[in-house]
């Protein structure tokens, strides 16, 4: 991992946009700076036109998937090509010089400078009337502080990615909506969120010889005056595989986007990872192996929920662990997953200028039938919170092979507040500790663990009232649920439930645990895995 990682960069990105968003705004839109428009024959304008979309990227994408993977990318002039983390940190997209603003709508479109980590370029075309013209590179588009932009850069240069605007927070300032930039990462925001985890095109034997999908060309519908969604297209390649991609991107307080991927499979691939999302995991409550550090919490998201076809809700919170690990969730048609970031107050993370408190959580939920498979969690070590160690995915069974063609669609929410994905109480805290009361003399034996789990919401506040109706539903794939308890929680208006466990030494297994009254299951299921040590 580099020592200045992408996620650092796209921070200091997010860090200069915040301090230049006052000059992007509704009223100063009349002067940002348009591309020309094409301005058809004759003869072309009494013909019918042929209006460029989706189906066009597909084409070029089987197209693409028929020939040999070419990963030559062009060399970059040496003023790009020698940029340090400071120089690139340091261009800035001008706000007046934004595209999308002929219409008179709501969106705005800036551009990523290539350089330092961001050397590969990609084509940016803007659709006009249903014809995609590329946007052309120029110096005079970015403002690179105290050092002069090199002015002899030529127009096919190129770009790292895009951003577009909306005013998604105040209905006079153009806010950041959603990012494309590396590789086929993709980020975007609901109302009174800040930047944290990810979403990716495709992930390709993630955490094993990973191969890395890149998006090599994007189409932007240019919106309507009233536009309430904004289309963007995008054409992906790797050595296995091709692929073409719709986003419509919905901006709202819980901002969705639905997404539909027409995948052409070059190779085989042992593990395709459809719908990946990528987060980061450092401390939490329920992990404090690096305690040096004035914040109590770091992570851009806590847990990672499953709606399984059964119609169960499982909550996996995420680790830090000391050792890359996998956990699979097995399903004959998911419904629904997502990393969300459930703990939403300040006090616990204290942090004044990154504010985790803020992250949105991604939910994906399939549209259609995906079939057998499994949502994969990844975990991988980390010793600081600069790298990105948490990744979630769907895995068909069925590993694809060379020739097929594969069509996925799904819709990704940026959720704020979780509380309204199901009904259940859910499981918002999980500490563990010594099997024993604080200062009793009771011999902890080797390979035994307290786990403690606070169950809010939903009518646990009703339940609480007569906890004796309350009981806990606990186990453990190997060893033995030595004790449980069950006490009321005044302070989140719910449950503490008490989980002791005796496990072999050496063996790692999965504790479930929900609340239920009498054959009711009032919360959803609780699942945490644990090494006897």
Do not use: C
């Not at 050792?323 to 942090?351: A, C, P």
């Not at 259609?368 to 980390?382: K, Q, S």
């Not at 600081?384 to 069974?397: H, K, R, S, Y």
Request: net charge negative.
């Amino acid at each position: 991992m580099s020592p200045i990682s992408r996620r650092r960069i796209l921070a200091s990105l997010a860090a200069s946009l915040a301090s230049t968003a006052a000059a992007s705004t509704l009223s100063g839109s009349s002067a940002l700076a348009q591309m020309p428009p094409v301005r058809p024959t004759l003869e072309e304008d009494s013909a019918p036109k042929a209006q460029f979309g989706y189906e066009d990227v597909v084409r070029r994408a089987r197209e693409l998937s028929a020939v040999a993977f070419d990963d030559h990318a062009p060399a970059l002039p040496d003023s790009v090509a020698n940029l340090d983390f400071d120089a690139y940190r340091n261009i800035r997209f001008k706000p007046e010089k934004a595209l999308l603003g002929s219409t008179g709508g709501s969106y705005r479109m800036q551009m990523f400078h290539l350089g330092f980590l961001f050397k590969r370029p990609v084509t940016v075309n803007v659709i006009r009337d249903g014809v995609p013209t590329p946007v052309p590179y120029s110096a005079q588009l970015f403002d690179a502080g105290p050092k002069a932009m090199d002015k002899n850069l030529p127009v096919n240069l190129g770009f790292a990615g895009f951003r577009l605007h909306y005013p998604l927070n105040d209905p006079h300032v153009f806010d950041e909506l959603i990012s494309f930039l590396g590789a086929s990462y993709f980020r975007f925001l609901g109302r009174d969120q800040q930047y944290g985890l990810s979403a990716r095109g495709l992930a390709i034997n993630a955490g094993g010889e990973e191969e890395f999908p890149f998006f090599r060309e994007f189409w932007i519908e240019n919106p309507s005056s009233d536009a309430e969604r904004v289309g963007v297209f995008a054409l992906l390649d790797s050595p296995s595989v091709t692929g073409a991609f719709q986003f419509y991107i919905y901006p709202s307080k819980e901002t969705v986007m639905d997404v539909t991927a027409t995948l052409f499979m070059r190779k085989p691939v042992v593990q395709l990872g459809i719908a990946p999302l990528t987060s980061m995991f450092f401390v939490g409550e329920n992990d404090r192996r690096f305690l040096d550090e004035f914040r109590p919490e770091l992570h851009d998201s806590d847990g990672l929920l499953v709606h399984s076809s059964a119609g169960e809700w499982i909550w996996r919170p995420l680790r830090n662990p000391s050792e890359q690990t996998r956990s699979s969730f097995v399903d004959k048609s998911i419904r629904g997953f997502g990393l969300l970031q459930r703990d939403r107050n300040f006090e616990h993370y204290q942090d004044i200028d990154l504010h985790y408190e803020l992250r949105p959580g991604y939910w994906v939920e399939p549209v259609g039938d995906w079939g057998p498979g499994r949502v994969e969690l990844l975990e991988i070590p980390t010793n600081d919170e600069t790298n990105d160690n948490i990744v979630a995915f769907w895995v068909p069974d069925q590993a694809p092979q060379a020739g097929q063609t594969l069509v996925y669609r799904y819709r990704i929410k940026a959720i704020g507040d979780a509380e309204s994905l199901h009904a259940g109480g859910r499981a918002i805290n999980t500490y563990q500790g010594k099997p024993k009361a604080a200062g009793s003399g009771e011999e902890v034996l080797p390979g035994t663990r307290r786990f403690l789990i606070d169950f809010a919401g939903n009518d646990l506040a009703y339940y609480a009232l007569d906890p004796a109706r309350v009981t806990i539903d606990a186990s453990v794939s190997k060893g033995q649920v030595v004790r449980t308890f069950l006490a009321k929680n005044p302070k989140i208006d719910g449950f503490r439930a008490g989980i002791d466990v005796a496990v072999p030494l050496g063996e790692t297994v999965d504790i479930r645990a929900f609340l239920r009254a009498g054959e009711r299951a009032l919360t959803e299921t609780w699942i945490y895995p644990w090494k006897a040590q």
